[in-house]
């Protein structure tokens, strides 16, 4: 009887720890969230979520809040994955060090998964903050010479033998460095790579050709043999929607005479659920990133048509940055051992999907004027109550 009244959920955390918590068996995603939070003790965690396997298709979803567990889960075990969800364009402007420490955490994952990839020298310098926050500063007598006191870290799937020598030569340039500096110079320079915080999923175009679909902070990304062809800031897009396999965006065209002129562009997904999926992600997305709140639009805005049950239900990023739960005041806490980290992640502890192929190329890097510049076209020109574009047609 008791069995039978309780759900039993274990959660893998950044660190690669699981804590199981037992919950009332109608609990609501909510519910087990904040316990989740609760423990870690992170406050600005709008920028994270659960996420499960879906048994149908080996794919990640995540945990819907509003929705009882068991709703979502048909059977046990109910295993879940604390991860980002919502990587912010300028992660060093996160208030706590424990939220910068997970993202660092996130990244890390996110590279030795192959979800992230960057040049060897890029990464080596990722990498030196890396041990410059779990070490502290090198120190011949006690680390020795060269770069032997780095065997057992792992920073990339497939490690050649010089990056260590190029990781250990960065390090020592970190002297005086503290463990929290270094971890908002390793979120600076990730934020910087071509993937960073892009959802990919794979589809086809309305001629048959495979294509990668990204979904980011800034907007739609689309991808062809291995190559951005196509970025499409939210303020250009219209509105997205699915029936069926079908993926649909809808574009503002750029014509002075027709403000109101679009161009509807079509993909084809291998399924239903891969379809909703890219769908759900895109619409919480524009939500956290684009809205002041996000609450259902009025009834008479008449471009909107919201046929799903599903919406974005947590706070935007605008209401995370102006709340006042968020606690200014730093504490301690543990850094996992990269050894123990690399190892489980590599060893699939963390499980992740099957990743779509976009391997690296590498971009002319932007002066902080070009950057600033994207940042005002795509997030900080965000209109207060911008309304969502998200529609559903089956």
């Known amino acids: 009887m008791g069995r039978s009244s309780t759900l039993h959920c274990e959660v893998q955390l950044l660190d690669d720890q699981s804590t199981i918590f037992d919950l009332d068996k109608n609990a609501k995603g909510q519910v087990l969230f904040d316990k989740v939070c609760e423990k870690i003790e992170v406050s600005e965690k709008d ?39 919502f990587y912010p364009p300028n992660p060093t402007a996160l208030v706590e060090d424990i939220t910068r420490y997970l993202m660092v955490l996130q990244l890390r994952e996110d590279l030795l998964k192959g979800r992230l990839q960057c040049s060897v020298p890029i990464q080596a310098l990722l990498g030196s903050f890396v041990v410059q926050a779990e070490v502290g500063d090198y120190d011949p007598e006690e680390h020795g010479d060269g770069a032997g006191y780095l065997s057992e870290f792992k920073f990339c799937p497939r490690q050649p033998d010089e990056m260590l020598q190029k990781v250990h ?35 086809a175009d309305a001629e048959g050709q495979p294509v990668i679909i990204g979904v980011s902070a800034w907007g739609i990304h689309i991808f062809h043999n291995n190559r951005l062809i196509n970025k499409f800031v939210w303020p250009k897009i219209v509105k997205i929607a ?4 079908k993926f649909t965006l809808t574009i503002r065209a750029a014509s002075e005479s027709d403000y109101y002129a679009a161009v509807v562009l079509s993909f084809k997904l291998g399924s239903l659920r891969a379809t909703k999926r890219l769908w759900k992600v895109g619409v919480e997305h524009h939500s956290f990133f684009r809205l002041s709140q996000a609450d259902l639009p009025p009834k008479d805005v008449a471009f909107i048509k919201l046929g799903s049950k599903f919406r974005y239900s947590g706070r935007t ?11 200014r005041n730093s504490r301690d806490f543990e850094r996992v051992s990269s050894k123990r980290f690399s190892s489980k992640v590599l060893d699939g502890n963390r499980r992740t999907e099957d990743i779509p192929e976009v391997p690296f190329k590498e971009e002319e890097e932007k002066t902080d004027d070009e950057e600033k510049k994207d940042e005002e076209k795509t997030i900080e020109k965000t209109e207060p109550g911008e309304a969502p574009v998200a529609t559903v047609e089956g």
Do not use: C
């Open 317 to 327: 990023q605008h209401q995370a940055r102006h709340s006042q739960e968020i606690l």
């Open 242 to 245: 699915f029936k069926k396999k």
């Open 47 to 85: 920028y994270f979520g659960l996420r499960y396997i879906d048994e149908k298709d080996g794919q990640y979803n995540w945990l819907d809040p509003l929705r009882p567990i068991k709703k979502q889960l048909k059977h046990e075990p109910y295993h879940f994955y604390f991860a980002v969800k």
């Open 169 to 203: 030569q960065f390090h020592t340039k970190h002297r005086g460095m503290m463990p929290e500096d270094a971890e908002l110079q390793y979120l600076d320079n990730a934020r910087k790579l071509p993937l960073y915080g892009i959802d990919l999923h794979q589809a």
